[in-house]
């Protein structure tokens, strides 16, 4: 079965500090793997896209790691500010002949001042 | 460049009332769309996805439908809501050579 899974479900963290989000699927056969930030009230916004080929993405202060092999994503964020308070989720495309994208539930990061 | 549009932005309706949300996109030709739903404090669920003019997918049993009468606009409707359609709608497109999908702001629905 096609799943994705995140982890933590939410996280606290001190503005200023780093923290790094998980997120390990099951998707057959894989395309690619996407970190989108929803902001609450708001459409999610694309951080960063990775192929079966790409390790690592950077996007400012945003940098997902991806393991293939294990089937592991990480998306770490530095020098957390404020406004990184937001949903984080997981997405995970499948490279059918038909469409098929598998989204996790999203970690809830607050950022405290 | 690409935008997506959607209203209205909020939405209040008594249970057994119908719906109509709206989702339009500029700027790009035969895209694919898509609805989905987000429950409070959960991911997004799949409703619709459409690849073009009349042609519509649904992804699970429920009290909504989707219809789309233009390339560029994708419309989710109700004959009668239920208090558990309540959530957040938001609609997205991409096309056949995009890497991602774009999502428009999204709708918030309340059902009384």
């Known amino acids: 079965k096609n799943q994705v899974e995140q982890s933590p479900q939410s996280l606290i963290i001190l503005e200023g500090k780093n923290c790094t989000l998980q997120c390990n699927y099951t998707v057959s056969p894989f395309s690619n793997l996407r970190w989108y930030k929803q902001d609450t009230g708001r459409g999610p916004v694309s951080l960063t896209i990775?192929?079966?080929?790409?390790n690592t993405k950077s996007n400012g202060r945003y940098t997902a790691t991806l393991d293939a092999d294990t089937k592991q994503s990480s998306l770490h964020i530095t020098a957390s500010q404020l406004s990184d308070s937001a949903s984080y989720i997981c997405?995970?495309?499948?490279?059918?002949?038909?469409?098929?994208?598998?989204f996790g539930a999203g970690t809830r990061l607050f950022v405290k001042a | 460049s690409q935008t997506i549009h959607q209203w209205p932005a909020t939405l209040v309706q008594p249970v057994g009332s119908p719906l109509s949300l709206e989702c339009t996109v500029e700027g790009t030709s035969n895209p694919n769309l898509y609805w989905y739903r987000q429950a409070a404090g959960r991911g997004l669920q799949l409703l619709f996805y459409s690849v073009g003019i009349g042609q519509i997918s649904s992804e699970v049993p429920q009290n909504l439908s989707a219809s789309r009468p233009q390339d560029r606009q994708f419309i989710l409707s109700s004959k009668k809501l239920l208090l558990s359609d309540s959530g957040f709608y938001l609609c997205a497109w991409d096309g056949d050579f995009t890497d991602e999908q774009f999502f428009g702001p999204g709708t918030r629905l309340t059902v009384l």
């Open positions: 990775m192929t079966f080929s790409e």
């Open positions: 997405v995970v495309s499948v490279n059918t002949g038909g469409f098929k994208t598998i």
